[in-house]
């Protein structure tokens, strides 16, 4: 039976945004060395900032100062989620769209658009074609239409769950869609997803209105504004929250993303899973001089800091970005990242790898394999990931924070990664990749304390190697 959507808000709706008062703090004066030290020293004890300190950071503008909150972030990420990058990968369902903003190829007006919305049989066909390069998590997108209602968006999940070849599978699907009404989120978390991502795109008020056209679904502020709390309220832990950089001025985006995490926080006893903070990049018939630019000082700048105000929450950092971004952010914020990308409808069937723009979103600037960004991460010393044991054994929201602050989740997240890419290089990788793969697995194996987990998790990677076990986990 479909569900009939309503526009209700949340028990607890409160627009937390106040544009004056985070105008102010973008604008504060420069701090003195010791104001910021003191903010760190904070992070670095693994509490969350608040707004006020966050501001601190964002206004410390000498080379010296940012040089420390560069370091101190990279300590932070090092210290919370080791030397893991988490990979998954966007599988667009629908490009249809009611919308009209203004920096989205998918806007109904766009009429260059090449709109799509995939069969079943396609997204079996996408789904196969991603697990058959080794992908094991994905984030299912779609445009705001009411085809896409929570019912499609719960068969799409249950469709992509169902498909497997050989060895693969996916084993967690998160969802970037429309805001629901309680019952809405309900429907699609019955499906079994991850994450369910609304991303506010622009806190600023008055630049809200101006690029989202009156009369449209995605016009009303406080609707979106209070999407995930809706979320919460109807069970869906992990949920995601996100701005697009280049819409306003970006230290207020980065207050107002450290605000509203503190709102869920506060008001749920559970803060976002993740945040995002995708850069504006050139769409069909965008005019990118329209918009604000965030120059790469000023990206690497945000990243960190929102590391540092936010310790516990996963940062996304996405393809949107060149791989030379991208490699310098994963040092000192980023914990996932997206690989082997394709935005376009059906874009992970089809021949070769050039971008069609007139059927995709955005233009993303990192178009590698998933195979070259693997074997990038590990001649970095980064190790990637494809765990999902914490959201199969319940280790999430509230949970989730309970094992992550004190530490533990360490004793979980290294042997899962390592399970999972041994999983990658056995099936799926490419000679040069699979030998620099087994040099880092049996150096970080080293790096593990003696005992009893060390040994369990020896005799997994010995099974995965030899046999046909797989998902093997702690």
């Known amino acids: 039976m479909a569900v009939t959507q309503t526009r209700e808000l949340s028990k607890h709706?409160?627009?937390?945004?106040?544009?004056?008062?985070?105008?102010?703090?973008?604008?504060?004066?420069?701090?003195d060395a010791a104001e910021v030290c003191d903010v760190i020293a904070k992070s670095l004890e693994k509490q969350p900032l608040s707004v006020e300190e966050t501001a601190v950071l964002l206004a410390a503008d000498t080379p010296d100062l940012q040089q420390e909150i560069f370091d101190a972030a990279r300590q932070l990420k090092r210290?919370?989620?080791?030397?893991?990058?988490?990979l998954f990968a966007p599988l667009y369902i629908g490009s249809y769209c009611t919308n009209d903003c203004a920096y989205c190829?998918?806007?109904r007006s766009n009429v260059d658009s090449i709109r799509r919305t995939l069969s079943h049989d396609e997204i079996v066909g996408e789904v196969e074609a991603l697990e058959n390069v080794g992908h094991k998590r994905l984030i299912l997108v779609y445009g705001e239409h009411p085809w896409y209602s929570p019912?499609?968006?719960?068969?799409?999940?249950?469709?992509?769950?169902?498909?497997k070849v050989g060895h693969g599978e996916i084993r967690r699907v998160n969802i970037n869609a429309a805001p629901l009404d309680v019952e809405g989120y309900r429907v699609v978390r019955e499906a079994g997803i991850g994450t369910y991502q609304v991303f506010q795109e622009t806190y600023h008020h008055a630049t809200y209105a101006r690029v989202h056209r009156a009369g449209t679904q995605k016009a009303d502020y406080r609707w979106r504004l209070d999407a995930l709390s809706r979320a919460l309220e109807a069970g869906q832990d992990d949920v995601g929250i996100g701005a697009l950089f280049g819409l306003t001025n970006w230290k207020f985006e980065t207050l107002a993303l450290v605000a509203h995490s503190l709102h869920l926080q506060n008001t749920y006893g559970c803060g976002p899973h993740t945040v995002s903070f995708p850069?504006?990049?050139?769409?069909?018939?965008?005019?990118?001089?329209?918009?604000?630019?965030?120059?790469?000082?000023?990206?690497?700048r945000l990243v960190a800091i929102l590391r540092l105000a936010v310790p516990y929450t996963g940062l996304i950092l996405t393809a949107r970005e060149k791989a030379e971004v991208r490699r310098d952010v994963m040092e000192f914020g980023v914990s996932q990242i997206d690989a082997g990308t394709r935005i376009e409808l059906g874009?992970?069937?089809?021949?070769?790898?050039?971008?069609?723009?007139?059927?995709?979103?955005f233009t993303i600037g990192d178009v590698r394999s998933l195979d070259e960004v693997v074997r990038e991460l590990l001649q970095t010393g980064f190790v990637p990931s494809w765990c999902t044991a914490c959201y199969r054994l319940g280790r999430t929201g509230e949970h989730f924070m309970e094992f992550a602050i004190p530490g533990f989740?360490?004793?979980?997240?290294?042997?899962?990664?390592?399970?999972t890419l041994k999983e990658y290089l056995v099936d799926y990788a490419s000679?040069?990749?699979?030998?620099?793969?087994?040099?880092?697995i049996a150096t970080e194996l080293d790096r593990l304390p003696d005992g009893r987990q060390k040994g369990e998790l020896r005799t997994k990677l010995a099974d995965i190697e030899s046999s046909d076990q797989r998902d093997l986990y702690f």
């Open 151 to 163: 019912e499609f968006i719960a068969e799409t999940v249950r469709s992509v769950y169902e498909t």
């Open 409 to 419: 989740i360490k004793r979980y997240c290294t042997p899962n990664a390592l399970t």
């Open 279 to 300: 850069r504006l990049t050139p769409a069909t018939g965008l005019d990118m001089d329209e918009f604000s630019r965030v120059s790469d000082a000023e990206f690497k």
């Open 13 to 31: 709706a409160v627009d937390f945004i106040d544009d004056a008062a985070l105008e102010a703090l973008a604008a504060r004066p420069a701090p």
């Open 79 to 86: 210290c919370v989620y080791g030397n893991r990058i988490v």
């Open 105 to 107: 190829g998918f806007r």
């Open 347 to 361: 874009g992970y069937t089809a021949a070769g790898d050039a971008q069609t723009l007139r059927k995709e979103q």
């Open 431 to 440: 000679p040069k990749t699979r030998a620099l793969g087994e040099t880092v």
